[in-house]
């Protein structure tokens, strides 16, 4: 079985504990708390220590997770989370909110989940950590989604899909949340450069040079593809944020990149001129001069074409494009 598939009724084994944890977005430590204190734990148990989880199993400490996340005393919330389960309820018809909700004059959903659609799984757990600024959880369910599926299909596939989804929240919600897409992309910046290995030794003439145009503070995407190239074994220098053009320009000249990323997030900060004044760029000796391939990376670009300058679409499209640069 891999990680986060349903368990299959009468399936030998089920999920481990930290399996659901990272399903859920809490720590392992919660989900056998909840077990010692409130008796929510597997209805089964197997041989040895190990306790494994069905999909009625998971399926309860979901709904635990549901009421908490409304507010409601995790004693409370066990309780109706195994009431539910002995009765079997139809899931198909929209349940009401508990009793003790409707007293409070609370509605069911306060700070309702992000929209995440058929998103993986993975995904909710990223989205109810975040929610609930958990920071334990949050490194540990990016450290475990990383390794499982690497460092680009994690991007993918997990992380962005999350990221979108608290951008939308923040947008719908009245500039609320401000402070989970913070807190989130935070937690994805440190996950990334843990994940990378040292920085690969320059290569003179073989470097790679990234770095945010003027103006530009977005730098989370820069730091995947940065951690990706790392992951590579390719050398990268990142300048990270809003790099004035006159330092982006010295950096070029005294380094002698074999290519240059320059990323805008916004088309108010894509420049154009920019990037044709980089591609124009030359050093060596007379005779045997070279220029850097230049890419512009990110939706500020769009629209913005640039003769001889490539535009990837996506963390795997840019590797796809740099490495040559370097390994050719």
């Known amino acids: ?29 919660t989900v ?6 409130y008796g929510i734990g597997p209805d089964r148990h197997t041989g040895g220590k190990h306790r494994r989880w ?10 635990m997770c549901a009421l908490t996340a409304t507010g409601l005393a995790p004693a409370e919330a066990a309780r109706l989370a195994r009431g539910d389960a002995r009765l079997g309820a139809d899931r198909g018809a929209p349940e009401p909110a508990p009793p003790s909700l409707r007293r409070r004059g609370m509605r069911r959903h306060v700070g309702a989940g992000l929209q995440l659609g058929d998103a993986r799984q993975e995904c909710k757990g990223l989205a109810r950590a975040a929610l609930r600024l958990d920071a334990a959880a949050l ?5 475990a989604v990383i ?54 030794k320059d290569r003179p003439g073989r ?26 074994g390719l050398p990268v220098r990142m300048f990270g944020a809003a790099l004035p053009v006159e330092a982006l320009v010295e950096a070029i000249r005294r380094t002698g990149p074999a290519a240059v990323g320059l990323w805008a997030q916004s088309r108010t900060t894509a420049s154009r001129p920019l990037a044709q004044h980089v591609a ?11 220029s850097p391939v230049v890419l512009t990376l990110g939706p500020g670009w769009t629209g913005q074409s640039v003769p001889g300058v490539l535009h990837p679409t996506g963390l795997a499209e840019a590797l796809t494009a740099l490495e040559p640069s370097v390994i050719g």
């Open 139 to 143: 490194d540990e369910l990016l450290k």
């Open 54 to 63: 069905t999909a009625a199993d998971v399926a309860r400490l979901e709904r």
């Open 1 to 29: 079985m891999t990680l986060f598939d349903e368990p299959k009724p009468g399936q030998e084994g089920g999920l481990t504990t930290g399996e659901v944890a990272r399903r859920l977005g809490v720590a392992p430590t």
């Open 32 to 37: 056998r708390s909840w077990d010692r204190r």
């Open 280 to 290: 124009a760029m030359e050093w060596g000796v007379l005779g045997a001069r070279r």
């Open 207 to 232: 470097t790679i040079l990234l770095a945010c145009v003027p103006g530009e503070n977005h730098t989370l995407p820069l730091e995947a593809l940065t951690a990706a190239l790392a992951e590579r």
């Open 147 to 200: 390794s499982d599926y690497g460092l680009v299909a994690a991007w993918h596939e997990v992380i962005m899909p999350t990221l979108q989804a608290v951008g939308r929240k923040w947008e719908n919600s009245g500039e609320k949340y401000v402070e989970v897409e913070h807190f989130l992309s935070w937690h994805i910046a440190g996950a990334l450069r843990r994940s990378a290995p040292p920085a690969a």
